[in-house]
């Protein structure tokens, strides 16, 4: 298992402001993911974190909108750059532990809950 | 396309009584499906997992899960709900299209009525 923490836990942002969030894990993992959950809605992966390299989106999804850092193998941040009402959503961290790529089960964090205005 | 479906947006109980919340797939090669829940305002956690083996899988706080490969469903099931379970499920696939990564159904929504 591991222990995910992300900040912030919400946030109430302006349109056409960028918003980072940060993720940290207890222990060093491999791979790790951005979810977004947008309201009354299931998960859409965005993008997976890379340590050491650029982060590999989803159909959908652009490095320009939702830049990702992952400097080492507990950290990582997604940014959510010029906001707008559309962005609204719950924003989750995970990360695969034990198991592997193929069976191995996804740790969340709580989310992000961003608001834009 | 591989995808999840759940049926069901919403699912009512009576405490005590059986719950099921119905999950459908369809993926190329073996399936590898899981069970996830939602509390409100906190993030998902893993309730069990169906890799290969037995069809019935048992996970946590008493639920189990029923892998039919011929009607392509991994159901999810608990003998006696708890108004403590009312919660929002999510099934999920793990696929490979060129990454191994994890789509998820649109959820189902359980309440347990004391």
């Known amino acids: 298992s591991a222990v995910i923490s992300q900040k912030p836990s919400r946030d109430i942002c302006q349109r056409g402001t960028s918003l980072t969030i940060q993720c940290q894990v207890d222990?060093?993992?491999?791979?790790m993911f951005w979810y977004r959950q947008q309201p009354g809605q299931s998960l859409t992966l965005i993008a997976t974190?890379?340590?050491?390299?650029?982060?590999?989106?989803e159909s959908g999804f652009v490095i320009d909108k939702f830049p990702i850092s992952r400097p080492n193998l507990t950290f990582s941040t997604l940014t959510v750059s010029n906001m707008s009402p559309e962005d609204s959503s719950i924003y989750l961290c995970?990360?695969?532990?034990?198991?592997?790529?193929?069976?191995?089960?996804?740790?969340f964090g709580e989310g992000s809950r961003l608001t834009v205005l | 396309a591989q995808s999840v479906a759940q049926p069901e947006d919403q699912v009512n109980v009576a405490e005590g009584n059986p719950l099921t919340v119905k999950c459908t797939y369809s993926?190329?090669?073996?399936?590898?499906l899981f069970w996830y829940v939602q509390y409100p305002n906190r993030g998902l956690q893993f309730l069990l997992k169906?890799?290969?083996?037995?069809?019935l899988v048992k996970g946590s706080y008493g639920f189990e899960a029923e892998f039919n490969k011929s009607q392509t469903s991994f159901h999810l099931k608990k003998p006696s709900a708890l108004v403590s379970d009312s919660a929002l499920y999510f099934c999920?696939?793990?696929?490979?299209?060129?990454?191994?990564?994890?789509?998820f159904g649109a959820g189902t929504r359980l309440f347990v009525k004391a």
């Open positions: 999920a696939v793990r696929v490979n299209t060129g990454g191994f990564k994890t789509i």
């Open positions: 169906y890799i290969t083996g037995d069809n």
């Open positions: 974190a890379n340590q050491g390299s650029e982060a590999t989106y």
């Open positions: 222990s060093q993992v491999t791979m």
């Open positions: 993926v190329s090669g073996n399936p590898y």
């Open positions: 995970s990360v695969l532990t034990s198991g592997g790529p193929i069976t191995g089960e996804l740790f």
